[in-house]
Structure formats: C-alpha cells, structure tokens
C-alpha cells in the first residue's frame, strides 16, 4: 500500500469535511453571530462532542484498534468476527444507559461545564434543551467510530474519512431552510446533529457488509464481556479513557473559564477552533488513522525497523506541512477570520477576538499536530499508561497557564495555555520513544530542518506583506474582492513557500513511502 496515496485520499475527504464545516461556521456566524444563543448552542453540543472523544475516537479507537489488527493477523476470520460482535454489544448498550442519564440530568451537566451560562435564564435553558435533544449523538458518533475503526484496519480510509461530511451537509440544509421556521431558530442546529450522526453512520453500512464485518448486537452483555478480546480492549481502555478525560477536563474547564468571561468568549473560541482544526485534521487525524493500523501490524510482525520508519515518515511530513500553517495562523489569523466570517451579525469586534485566539492557537499548532503522531507510537504496542502519566502533568502545566495568561490575554489565553500544554505533551511523548528505542530518528534531520525554517521565514515576510499592506476587515463591503485576495496571497505562499525549498535542493520525492497491504 502506499501510503503517501492512502494519505492523500484521506487528507482529501477530511478537506471536504473541513471546507463543509467551515461552511457551516460562516452560516452559524452570519445568522446568529456571537450571542447569548451561539454560546449556548456551542456549551450543548461541547457535552457530547466531549463524550464522543472520550468514548470513541479517544480511548476507544486507541485500545481497539491494535487488538483487532492483532487478531486479523494472527487469529483467523471467525475470532476476529466474534470479537467485533461483542465490542458491538458491550457499546451499544453502555452508550444507550449512559444516553438516558444524560437527558435526565442535563442542567446539572449544563451547569458543571459552563457555570457562567446559568447568569442568563434563556440561554441557560437553551443549552439545556439542546443538550437533551443532542445527547443521543454521542450513541450514533460511537458506532460509527467502531465502523471506522473496523474499515480503517482494512486498510479502507476513503468512507470513514468521508462520513464527516454529512454531519456538515446536515448543518447546512438545516440553517439554510429549516432554523428560519421554527420559533427558536437555534434549535434547529440541534436536530442537525441528530440526523448528521444517523447518516454518518448508515454509510458505512454496506461497506462493512462487503468485508463480512457487519456487527451483530447480542441482547447479554454479559455473554458479550466473557469474550477475551473484549476483556483486552476494556484493560486498555481504562488507562485510555484515563488519559483521554483528562484533556477532556482541561477543555470543560477552560469552556467554564470562557463563559465567566466577556460574553461571546465561548463562540469566538469555537470559531477560531474550527479555523484551527483545518491543520490538524488534515495532518494529524489523516496521519494518525493511516499510522495507527500500520503500526500495529509491524508490532504485531516484530518488525521495529518498520516500525520506526513509520514515525520517522510521519513525523517528516509533519513538520514540512505544519510548520508553515503555523506560520499562517500567528501572522495571518485577521485576515483569514475577517474573509470567512466577517458577514450578518459577525462584526468587527468578533473578527479582532476571533482572530487574537487563533493567533494564540499558531503557537502550539505543531504540538497538537505531533500528537497525532507520536501517541500511535505508544497505542500500536497497547502501551497507553506512557501517555496517561504525561496527559496528567501537560493537566496540571495546561491549568498553571491559565493562571498567567487568562488575566493577559482574557479568551485568547485559554487557547494560549492549551498550544503550551499541546507542546509540552508533544515532546515528553518524543522524549519516551526516543529513550526506550521504538524511534530512531534517521539521517538528515539537521539540513531538513534548515531548509524548513530558512522557507517559513520567507514565508512569513510574504504573508506580513499582505497584512500590513491591504485593510482586510475595511474590505467588508467588498467581499467577493476579499475573498479573491486571500485566495490569491495563499496561493502566492504557498508557491513561495514550497518554492523556496526546491531552489535549497529540497527533494520531495523521499515521502513515498510503501508498506504490505
């Protein structure tokens, strides 16, 4: 298989994915704004979304995954097949009991996460009810995680990396021709959710009829845990789900911080964090689902040459792709907000806030991207207690930030302290693979990262150009010309950029990479 390809392919449909929802955030922006009812809305769908990193993509994928390339490898069809079953039951129905608890107690949880929102009795309730009315995804989104880890080890990256798009086309026909109908037009962001979360998952379907990896729901769970895969997967997600909630509980914190600040902290956080997410799904999630199974397999081969080529590579392409969208978000955030979100009730004061937390986010935008990339090198060989140690610590250093920088920086602080905390995690991961020999870092490190940073600092005098010389949020009235602009000044970068590298004898061709299918 070639992974540069598979890679290509899954960084193409997470774009789609990414370009959809930034669509559905300048639609979000131009009809509610930064309000009271935008701040509620991100609040209830920030609950789910949290459990659905913590149950699914989070400790979930990281304990199943290795388990199920191990059996597909070593185990046959049927044992594979029995131990997807029961991984099946065991989530179906812990996801449904923890669903019901949800609805009924959705104001204790409203008011856990954003305490400042029970300030406002309209918004306060409205996060209530949407919260209720959302916390049925977390059960669709989890299934559908099982479906894409299944096909992921499959080598079959093109539909799970395509689901996304759903979810986003949801949100749009919703807030284009059903949120202007109904009484409470955020509402319908909602129900968005809910049907996004049923097709995504629907989908995948006939996909996993074709590999013969349909999951059968057994009515015991009981019978299901007896299953000896399952018990490996639920050891692995104890430590796992240990580590995953405690970035989670950073992120409810800082969410509780955001809404005791100026109103609209919480939206102009998520809009800057949608802005943000462009980079590192399409490095990091994309290279960590194709890393991840192909890990495991040349774990579960005894091949540690493979296996640290495999970082090295992913590690490679990292740093040439990231650090120049790093670049991007800390000299060029007021111009990119300005153009995709200054429309309707999005004004001038939502673009400066907006972008001062984006610009916060370039700085640890390589730490976050890394992560990716470096905790796969743990999971593959079903070692997450590493990165649960080091997640509390980056806990305690992520909060100590806040301290100093929420009073400097007011909104903009918390996504400062969450890049801090993002680095500090990145290379204590780094440091412990590195020490214990699973990554040997191979020859031409040292001109790699010269040609790499002499190409940024072109780069970023480029991109001060453009910001210094053209009025981006004066531009206002002009929106298509706008929007030609940074079209044409990211194009000009990013020739700039990649230009530079071939005329230092950068040679792009060593990134194909190929490994057993």
């Not at 099982?146 to 798009?165: G, H």
Request: charged share 10%; with cysteine.
């Amino acid at each position: 298989m070639n992974l540069l390809k598979a890679l290509l392919t899954v960084s193409g449909f997470t774009m789609l994915s990414r370009v959809t929802g930034l669509i559905r955030e300048i639609l979000i922006a131009r009809m509610f704004g930064a309000s009271q009812m935008t701040d509620a809305y991100n609040v209830a769908f920030r609950i789910p979304n949290l459990l659905r990193r913590l149950s699914a993509e989070g400790a979930f994928s990281q304990a199943f995954v290795p388990i199920l390339a191990e059996f597909k490898s070593q185990r046959g069809a049927e044992a594979t097949k029995s131990l997807v079953d029961s991984v099946a039951t065991v989530m179906l129905w812990s996801l449904l009991t923890l669903t019901v608890l949800g609805v009924v107690g959705a104001s204790g949880v409203v008011y856990v996460v954003a305490t400042g929102l029970s300030r406002e009795q309209q918004a306060f309730g409205a996060a209530v009810y949407m919260t209720r009315v959302m916390f049925s995804y977390i059960t669709f989104i989890s299934l559908t995680t099982l479906a894409a880890a299944i096909l992921n080890t499959w080598k079959k990256f093109s539909l799970p990396a395509f689901a996304p798009v759903l979810l986003n086309v949801s949100f749009i026909v919703t807030a284009l021709w059903i949120a202007p109908h109904l009484a409470t037009p955020v509402y319908g962001l909602a129900y968005a959710v809910i049907f996004g979360g049923v097709v995504q998952l629907a989908i995948q379907i006939p996909a996993l009829i074709k590999i013969g990896m349909l999951p059968r729901f057994g009515w015991s769970v009981l019978a299901a845990l007896r299953n000896r895969g399952v018990k490996r997967v639920l050891a692995k997600m104890v430590p796992a789900t240990l580590a995953v909630s405690v970035a989670q509980i950073s992120l409810i914190i800082n969410t509780n911080i955001a809404s005791r600040l100026a109103q609209g902290s919480v939206s102009w956080l998520a809009y800057a964090d949608r802005l943000m997410e462009f980079p590192t799904a399409l490095l990091g999630v994309a290279l960590g689902t194709i890393l991840l199974p192909n890990l495991s397999k040349a774990h579960a081969d005894a091949d540690p040459v493979e296996y640290s080529a495999l970082l090295d590579w992913g590690l490679r392409l990292t740093f040439l792709l990231a650090l120049p969208c790093a670049v991007g978000l800390l000299v060029y955030a007021e111009p990119l907000t300005a153009t995709l979100y200054q429309y309707g009730r999005f004004d001038a004061t939502d673009v400066i806030m907006t972008s001062r937390a984006l610009t916060a986010y370039g700085v640890g935008l390589i730490g976050l991207i890394l992560i990716k990339i470096l905790a796969p090198g743990f999971y593959a060989k079903q070692d997450i207690k590493t990165p649960v140690k080091i997640a509390i610590f980056v806990l305690c250093i992520t909060q100590l930030s806040n301290l100093v920088f929420v009073p400097l920086f007011a909104h903009a602080g918390l996504s400062l302290s969450i890049g801090v905390g993002a680095c500090m995690n990145a290379i204590l991961l780094f440091v412990g693979l590195y020490r214990r020999g699973i990554y040997r870092p191979t020859a031409g490190w040292r001109l790699f990262f010269v040609q790499l940073f002499a190409a940024c600092l072109i780069l970023a005098g480029v991109l001060m150009w453009f910001v210094q010389n053209f009025d981006w949020i004066g531009l206002h009235d002009r929106p298509l010309a706008r929007i030609a602009l940074l079209g044409a000044s990211l194009v000009v970068s990013a020739a700039v950029y990649f230009g530079a590298l071939l005329a230092m004898g950068f040679r792009f061709g060593s990134f194909r990479k190929r490994t057993a299918a």
